[in-house]
């Protein structure tokens, strides 16, 4: 069993920036790569970036390439997701996914995910 915990999420102003952090507890070992996911009112959930448990192999979205990092440190088994230049778009519910799933170097698709944390709420304000 694999245990997520999130945080960083907050309200700030057009081209602002914040930090997300994942806190991961349990078993690990399994994990096989991460993700971030953003889900806003009325609006299905949806792959942000994702990165593969080792190494530097990582994905994202369209709309977030160039503007969102997503970074691991193994030491803290904590998964980070940098979000720069950010607009009333993104507003949503961010939340942090570890899936098992073997195959993929990193995924955005939700139901390749076994673990998701609870969520931190970005706001982004124009």
């Known amino acids: 069993q694999v245990h997520l915990v999130e945080s960083g999420g907050g309200s700030v102003q057009t081209g602002g920036s914040l930090r997300l952090s994942c806190a991961a507890s349990?078993?690990?070992?399994?994990?096989?790569?991460w993700g971030w996911f953003a889900q806003a009112p009325a609006r299905e959930r949806h792959g942000v970036a994702s990165i593969y448990h080792t190494g530097s192999d990582a994905g994202y979205a369209d709309p977030v390439t160039g503007r969102f990092t997503i970074s691991r440190d193994d030491a803290r088994n904590t998964v980070y997701l940098e979000l720069n230049n950010l607009k009333p778009e993104d507003t949503a519910m961010y939340y942090c996914?570890?899936?098992?799933?073997?195959?993929?170097?990193?995924?955005?698709?939700?139901?390749?995910?076994?673990?998701w944390g609870q969520g931190t709420q970005v706001t982004v304000s124009s």
């Open positions: 996914a570890a899936s098992t799933v073997f195959g993929y170097r990193w995924s955005l698709q939700p139901s390749r995910f076994r673990y």
């Open positions: 349990g078993d690990t070992y399994p994990i096989h790569y």
